[in-house]
């Protein structure tokens, strides 16, 4: 069964630095590309970025580009999201999210995943 964790998430003000992780249980990783979407109250989910199943591609939403970087690490079955100059704005529960591939797209569609994590809070203060 596949399973993934999201962790790292948390309280932090405005400018500061949060790195977010999601472990994969399950599956083989490496096959699988990676997103990461975000949910405010109130507002409809929110692509943040991709990557592919090698690494070699990423792709970022709007209004995190320059700010947010995605990685991934395939022998420890882990995706990152480095997120700097943190906003009120991006406050929400940021999910990771996983489909089989091997084509070195990145998915920004949410329906495309099959697999979700349960979610992780990243809260910026003003």
């Known amino acids: 069964q596949v399973q993934l964790v999201e962790s790292g998430g948390g309280l932090v003000q405005a400018g500061a630095s949060l790195r977010l992780s999601c472990t994969a249980v399950g599956y083989t990783f490496s096959s699988y590309g990676m997103g990461w979407f975000r949910q405010a109250p109130g507002k409809e989910r929110e692509f943040v970025g991709g990557?592919?199943?090698?690494?070699?591609?990423?792709s970022y939403g709007d209004s995190v580009k320059g700010r947010f970087t995605i990685s991934r690490d395939n022998a420890k079955r882990t995706m990152y999201l480095q997120m700097n100059s943190l906003k009120p704005e991006d406050t929400a529960v940021y999910y990771c999210?996983?489909?089989?591939?091997?084509?070195?797209?990145?998915?920004?569609?949410?329906?495309?995943?099959?697999?979700w994590g349960q979610g992780t809070q990243v809260t910026v203060s003003s």
């Open positions: 999210a996983a489909r089989i591939t091997r084509r070195e797209v990145v998915f920004i569609n949410g329906d495309e995943y099959r697999y």
């Open positions: 990557i592919t199943w090698s690494g070699g591609s990423t």
